[in-house]
């Protein structure tokens, strides 16, 4: 390898974020290798997870509980996420490859302007588990394998980018398609250099290919099994989706709501969702509702986008969260300086004690200036979800925090790994929802701190696929996902529009946002309380209207749409406080007028709820028989029930691997067959017949 090459190369580690270290980390010194690591991406400045290479080029060892014989390892939790190679987020065209190797060998040698990445989990995993955001509105270009898990995953995740990207190429290498360990981009690059070509006459010739070939056309693919009417009428009860009750917004946030979505030809809910997030954020707990003497409502929402990556969810919140987003950058500048200047005067004070102790004069110590006091930094919004981070920032914020993340499935995934009863982080954020307080032992500087009611709003987005992995786990049985307000706006077409939020609109919102969190608190013994409002007897009467048809509903739920019915049942007395403080935040008395809108809005949210719900529940059961179909499909002959079982480890027991496969047979993609004793005797057997066989059959 040449100087130059080496020096390009090496640019490609250090752009990609590589670190180096030692592995296994808690093995002995002498049985550990040196290990140049990856870090992939999902959203924000966090990795999601870190893949490990050799320094030595050889495999990693085959150890106990260890990663194998293999070339690469992931350390253990890592999500699967981007490894990029260049400014991703300015980029305007992407290239993904299969694997890092791949990377660096293309990075140092693709024009300005463009990015390269990988996923960290295989070809496969790249369109079902990776976030697609990164790649819209941009020209990508896919190079896959040359071999069958490197063709199907390029075009699964071309499939994928192709609604968001404004254009999509798949590139796969010239020649035969392997089964496995199929011809790649370094092997085009070497057989290239060989044959007198340097290594950007390969890349720009593959460019070039890119350019020259068809884009991508998505095309529709029929599985084994799919719902048919019959079987919807059964499993489907999702509500009808009902367009968001926009006119029920303050009338500066309603305005943004329309335009932004006009703008951006996208559903009115996804602006007006996290702008409903905004406002929450910007009250905080300054202000409180009290419904009785022992019932006290606080402006505190939780809400989530659940959408496929690359559904605008970021451009939405972008526009709605904006005026929050750029106060709270202000505050954070505002706190560095503020904490160099203490600093600084810490230096000095701690010199002076110096000086004093060495000083033989008894008054020196009387003479010292007082010892200067951390100041307290102002937060709006927090990205960071550990309450580690939370603690000081909440203790410095009695009105509380918005958490901002484009995705939620760290913040859920956190409460997964704590459902040993190993941490009580589920139980903290719990009171976080209702203004609660709560105390943390901290061991490492012994520690205890006590926050008097912890205040955070929570907005984001999360995929479909990923809610479902939540609510089937842990957090369905702490109380987390019955707190979230889910909503599901439909998909819509990306349409070029000319239609922008105009200025004036813009700066009402602003204003609008400013004004919220000019609101004061008020100083009591425990620090800060809120200012309460009560209801006008007329918004109570609405109020105990609602409650008592909402709870004769409820009633008839069970499970985990149960425990979310018992939270919306206060939802109205939240939004009202939010709408009041948006209308009337001189005045402490809720209007009926207030108090109608926040039950039009949570009649919509609750419909969300039913409906989120039922989708999910219903996607669960169709990927179970699309499986189990393309299971039997393969198989290509009459099977017994049991054999299924044996064959479907997801399938736990008989009863419900029979209960399946009769929802096949009423989708007409099979029938009950028995087969008779043989001439040896014994008993009949009852077959499941497919009536329709898989493609490699």
């Given at each position: 390898?040449?100087?130059?090459?080496?020096?390009?190369?090496?640019?490609?580690?250090?752009?990609?974020?590589?670190?180096?270290?030692?592995?296994?980390?808690?093995?002995?010194?002498?049985?550990?290798?040196?290990?140049?690591?990856?870090?992939?991406?999902?959203?924000?400045?966090?990795?999601?997870?870190?893949?490990?290479?050799?320094?030595?080029?050889?495999k990693?060892?085959?150890?106990?509980?260890?990663?194998?014989?293999?070339?690469?390892?992931?350390?253990?939790?890592?999500?699967?996420?981007?490894?990029?190679?260049?400014?991703?987020?300015?980029?305007?065209?992407?290239?993904?490859?299969?694997?890092?190797?791949?990377?660096?060998?293309?990075?140092?040698?693709?024009?300005?302007?463009?990015?390269?990445v990988?996923?960290?989990?295989?070809?496969?995993?790249?369109?079902?588990?990776?976030?697609?955001?990164?790649?819209?509105?941009?020209?990508?270009?896919?190079?896959?394998?040359?071999?069958?898990?490197?063709?199907?995953?390029?075009?699964?995740?071309?499939?994928?980018?192709?609604?968001?990207?404004?254009?999509?190429?798949?590139?796969?290498?010239?020649?035969?398609?392997?089964?496995?360990?199929?011809?790649?981009?370094?092997?085009?690059?070497?057989?290239?250099?060989?044959?007198?070509y340097?290594?950007?006459?390969?890349?720009?010739?593959?460019?070039?290919?890119?350019?020259?070939?068809?884009?991508?056309?998505?095309?529709e693919?029929?599985?084994?099994?799919?719902?048919?009417?019959?079987?919807?009428?059964?499993?489907?009860?999702?509500?009808?989706?009902?367009?968001?009750?926009?006119?029920?917004?303050?009338?500066?946030?309603?305005?943004?709501?329309?335009?932004?979505?006009?703008?951006?030809?996208?559903?009115?809910?996804?602006?007006?969702?996290?702008?409903?997030?905004?406002?929450?954020?910007?009250?905080?707990?300054?202000?409180?509702?009290?419904?009785?003497?022992?019932?006290?409502?606080?402006?505190?929402?939780?809400?989530?986008?659940?959408?496929?990556?690359?559904?605008?969810?970021?451009?939405?919140?972008?526009?709605?969260?904006?005026?929050?987003?750029?106060?709270?950058?202000?505050?954070?500048?505002?706190?560095?300086?503020?904490?160099?200047?203490?600093?600084?005067?810490?230096?000095?004070?701690?010199?002076?004690?110096?000086?004093?102790?060495?000083?033989?004069?008894?008054?020196?110590?009387?003479?010292?200036?007082?010892?200067?006091?951390?100041?307290?930094?102002?937060?709006?919004i927090?990205?960071?979800?550990?309450?580690?981070?939370?603690?000081?920032?909440?203790?410095?914020?009695?009105?509380?925090?918005?958490?901002?993340?484009?995705?939620l499935?760290?913040?859920?995934?956190?409460?997964?790994?704590?459902?040993?009863?190993?941490?009580?982080?589920?139980?903290?954020w719990?009171?976080?929802?209702?203004?609660?307080?709560f105390?943390?032992?901290?061991?490492?500087d012994?520690?205890?701190?006590?926050?008097?009611?912890?205040?955070?709003?929570?907005?984001?987005?999360?995929?479909?696929?990923?809610?479902?992995?939540?609510?089937?786990?842990?957090?369905?049985?702490?109380?987390?996902?019955a707190?979230?307000?889910?909503?599901?706006?439909?998909?819509?077409?990306?349409?070029?529009?000319?239609?922008?939020?105009?200025?004036?609109?813009?700066?009402?919102?602003?204003?609008?946002?400013?004004?919220?969190?000019?609101?004061?608190?008020?100083?009591?013994?425990?620090?800060?309380?809120?200012?309460?409002?009560?209801?006008?007897?007329?918004?109570?009467?609405?109020?105990?209207?609602?409650?008592?048809?909402?709870?004769?509903?409820?009633?008839?739920?069970?499970?985990?749409?149960?425990s979310?019915?018992?939270?919306?049942e206060?939802?109205?007395?939240?939004?009202?406080?939010?709408?009041?403080?948006?209308?009337?935040?001189?005045?402490?008395?809720?209007?009926?007028?207030?108090?109608?809108?926040?039950?039009?809005?949570?009649?919509?949210?609750?419909?969300?709820?039913?409906?989120?719900?039922?989708?999910?529940?219903?996607?669960?059961?169709?990927?179970?028989?699309?499986k189990?179909?393309?299971?039997?499909?393969?198989?290509?002959?009459?099977?017994?029930?049991?054999?299924?079982?044996?064959?479907?480890?997801?399938?736990?027991?008989i009863?419900?691997?029979?209960?399946?496969?009769?929802?096949?047979?009423?989708?007409?993609?099979?029938?009950?067959?028995?087969?008779?004793?043989?001439?040896?005797?014994?008993?009949?057997?009852?077959?499941?017949?497919?009536?329709?066989?898989?493609?490699?059959?």
């Amino acid at each position: 390898m040449g100087r130059n090459q080496a020096t390009s190369n090496w640019d490609a580690v250090l752009k990609a974020g590589a670190v180096f270290c030692n592995w296994p980390k808690r093995a002995p010194q002498e049985k550990q290798v040196e290990c140049i690591g990856f870090p992939a991406y999902r959203e924000g400045s966090a990795p999601a997870g870190i893949i490990l290479y050799r320094l030595d080029g050889e495999k990693f060892p085959a150890i106990e509980n260890g990663p194998g014989d293999r070339k690469a390892h992931l350390v253990r939790g890592s999500q699967d996420g981007w490894v990029a190679s260049g400014a991703l987020d300015t980029a305007k065209t992407v290239i993904k490859v299969e694997g890092v190797p791949d990377l660096l060998a293309i990075a140092p040698y693709v024009p300005e302007g463009y990015a390269v990445v990988t996923n960290t989990h295989g070809a496969k995993s790249a369109a079902k588990n990776c976030p697609l955001d990164s790649f819209y509105e941009k020209r990508v270009i896919i190079i896959g394998d040359a071999d069958e898990s490197g063709v199907s995953g390029a075009n699964a995740l071309a499939q994928e980018i192709v609604p968001y990207a404004l254009e999509v190429n798949v590139i796969i290498p010239d020649g035969e398609i392997a089964e496995s360990g199929g011809k790649d981009v370094r092997d085009i690059m070497n057989e290239n250099l060989r044959a007198g070509y340097s290594l950007q006459d390969t890349v720009n010739r593959i460019l070039e290919k890119a350019e020259q070939q068809e884009t991508f056309q998505p095309v529709e693919y029929e599985p084994a099994w799919k719902p048919s009417d019959k079987s919807s009428e059964v499993v489907n009860d999702a509500p009808e989706w009902k367009p968001f009750p926009t006119e029920k917004l303050p009338e500066e946030a309603a305005k943004l709501v329309r335009e932004a979505a006009s703008s951006l030809r996208c559903d009115e809910s996804l602006i007006a969702i996290p702008v409903l997030a905004a406002l929450a954020g910007a009250i905080g707990r300054s202000r409180c509702l009290v419904a009785k003497s022992d019932w006290v409502a606080y402006p505190i929402l939780w809400l989530a986008l659940v959408a496929d990556s690359g559904s605008l969810k970021t451009p939405a919140m972008k526009i709605a969260l904006a005026p929050l987003r750029k106060v709270s950058r202000e505050s954070i500048r505002l706190g560095e300086q503020l904490l160099s200047e203490y600093n600084q005067k810490l230096e000095e004070y701690e010199k002076k004690v110096r000086i004093s102790k060495k000083s033989k004069k008894d008054n020196d110590f009387a003479l010292l200036p007082e010892k200067p006091e951390k100041p307290s930094l102002s937060r709006q919004i927090v990205s960071d979800t550990t309450i580690e981070a939370l603690i000081p920032i909440l203790r410095d914020n009695p009105r509380g925090v918005l958490l901002d993340r484009d995705e939620l499935s760290s913040w859920l995934g956190s409460f997964d790994r704590y459902a040993s009863g190993k941490g009580t982080d589920a139980s903290n954020w719990i009171s976080m929802y209702s203004a609660e307080p709560f105390t943390v032992d901290r061991k490492k500087d012994n520690q205890i701190i006590h926050i008097p009611a912890a205040a955070v709003s929570v907005i984001g987005g999360i995929q479909p696929g990923i809610l479902r992995q939540h609510l089937s786990g842990s957090n369905s049985q702490n109380g987390l996902s019955a707190r979230l307000m889910m909503v599901s706006p439909p998909k819509s077409v990306k349409r070029w529009s000319d239609s922008e939020v105009s200025s004036d609109t813009t700066s009402e919102y602003a204003e609008l946002i400013r004004r919220l969190l000019s609101l004061k608190m008020q100083e009591s013994l425990d620090g800060y309380e809120p200012i309460f409002f009560e209801l006008s007897p007329e918004a109570k009467s609405a109020y105990e209207k609602y409650y008592n048809e909402h709870n004769t509903l409820a009633i008839l739920e069970s499970g985990e749409l149960s425990s979310a019915f018992s939270k919306i049942e206060e939802l109205p007395l939240r939004l009202s406080v939010i709408l009041h403080c948006s209308h009337s935040a001189g005045t402490t008395t809720v209007s009926n007028d207030v108090m109608s809108a926040a039950i039009s809005l949570t009649e919509w949210f609750r419909n969300e709820a039913i409906r989120v719900r039922a989708l999910i529940s219903k996607k669960v059961d169709d990927d179970k028989l699309e499986k189990l179909a393309n299971w039997i499909a393969a198989k290509g002959k009459p099977i017994s029930a049991r054999d299924v079982q044996n064959g479907c480890r997801w399938l736990k027991t008989i009863d419900e691997t029979e209960a399946d496969l009769e929802k096949l047979v009423k989708d007409g993609l099979g029938r009950w067959e028995v087969k008779k004793p043989g001439p040896k005797g014994g008993k009949p057997k009852r077959l499941f017949c497919p009536t329709k066989q898989s493609d490699s059959t």
